[in-house]
């Protein structure tokens, strides 16, 4: 099947620094990408849709100065926590449809992200 | 709107017993139906889908049928082993989005 590639898979960072989490579709295309965030033991929070080549689309209470997404390529997304605080530890994960169908995603394997 | 709810967890089973997580939706529209699988520290795999009524997704010993007249995506095994230990996620998609029920976890005991 197609391959999603999320990297780092871990990142530390201090408070008020910013992180970027790059999403790649390896084996296609994908003109729309969407990030997850996770909490512990919880559900899937769909944050944003990123489009390839437009602004993506921020679910309601989602700050997208904060969240900053760019899809710049039909292979590549990144989100970007800006000024991150301790609240904004947690698993981020991105997804994509697949080349074949769009009822089928694709899923990175996540990032974990830890703000001391 | 559209949602999914499944059978709150957790679920803890013996190794070779049957299982069920229960997953039963809402949506206006004819949505396709997911079951995925999260181990520890890991994104999600997808395990089985139907995009149809009545349509059967399999895969691994898993099934699921998908039942338009009772709005359920039912998940079932046989017989679990330890391996199988995981969160399982019943999710639907319509319109271009993904949306995911709160997650079962599953724990196979030897």
């Known amino acids: 099947g197609a391959v999603v590639s999320q990297h780092p898979s871990r990142v530390i960072c201090k408070s008020g620094t910013s992180v970027k989490i790059e999403c790649r579709s390896l084996?296609?295309?994908?003109?729309?990408m969407f990030w997850y965030r996770q909490f512990p033991k919880q559900s899937l929070m769909l944050m944003a849709t990123?489009?390839?080549?437009?602004?993506?689309?921020?679910e309601q209470g989602v700050e997208k100065d904060k969240f900053l997404i760019n899809h710049a390529s039909l292979t590549l997304s990144t989100l970007t926590v800006t000024s991150a605080h301790p609240e904004d530890s947690s698993f981020y994960i991105c997804?994509?449809?697949?080349?074949?169908?769009?009822?089928?995603?694709?899923f990175g394997q996540g990032t974990r992200l830890t703000v001391v | 709107g559209n949602s999914v709810t499944q059978m709150e967890g957790p679920v803890t089973l013996s190794e070779e017993a049957f299982l069920t997580i229960n997953c039963t939706y809402t949506?206006?529209?004819?949505?396709?139906l997911f079951w995925y699988v999260q181990y520890p520290g890991e994104g999600l795999q997808l395990l089985l889908k139907?995009?149809?009524?009545?349509d059967k997704g399999s895969n691994k010993g898993f099934e699921a049928t998908y039942r338009k007249e009772t709005t359920s995506f039912h998940l079932e095994k046989g017989s679990v082993q330890v391996s199988d230990s995981a969160v399982y996620f019943c999710?639907?998609?319509?319109?271009?989005?993904?949306?995911f029920g709160a997650g079962t976890r599953l724990a196979v005991h030897p």
């Open positions: 997804s994509a449809f697949g080349p074949v169908s769009n009822t089928e995603a694709f």
């Open positions: 084996d296609f295309q994908a003109t729309t």
């Open positions: 990123s489009n390839e080549g437009s602004k993506a689309t921020y």
């Open positions: 949506a206006t529209g004819y949505p396709s």
């Open positions: 139907a995009t149809k009524a009545d």
């Open positions: 999710a639907l998609s319509l319109n271009n989005k993904l949306i």
